[in-house]
């Protein structure tokens, strides 16, 4: 058996910039254990980012950003590919087949710019705009239902790419559920994903990572508090 943690020495000083309550940060941190990447934790504190995060990331100044051997990589799609080729001696999260691998591509920007914002958006609102933006929260959940279509994982057998991408879902919506007081992921409904959550929920390398839940509400609860009362600021401004 080969010495993945050796290798991964060999391959120079890795560090991770992020915190526990992004999730765009967390399928990071799991892509390099299930790597057996070893890596620096660099926390960062958003409301009072370092000078380091604002130089690494002078474009967007978010986590995650992965600096390996002093070069900085950014965004988490982005950055989940450079792991994925980087340390390829393991199993790949990207499938070999150019199409298979297109495909995940496309469903992974789908997560990040339409399911992940819509349920942001129902997070951080009210009202009927709340019930709105999860009834289109729902109508892009039923898509990704689909694609777990004979499944156990996106991928198939095995997590993949698709399931970090989609491990917000796991983790992060039912943070979102309960300190916002909606209902997304209803069972009955989602059937498919549901038993991935599970699924996924099961693997050793993922539960080593897995945010405090009691950190992740009150984090998540103070939060929408902000995001609601500066929303309340500039309505009361506009009008």
Known sequence: MKDYTKKSKEMGEVKLFWTWSSPYAQRIAWALKLKGVEYETMYEDLANKSRLLLEYNPVHKKVPVLLHNGTPICESLVILEYIDETWNTTARLLPEDPFARANARFWAKFSDDQVLPSAFHAYVSQGV???????????????VEKQLTGKKFFSGETLGFLDLVFGWIAVYLDIVEETSGIKILDKERFPLISAWKENISCIPVIQETWPDREKLIDKYRHMRQYFISTAAVKNGKAS
């Open 129 to 143: 705009e709340q019930e709105k933006a999860k009834d289109h929260t729902l109508q892009k959940l039923d898509i």
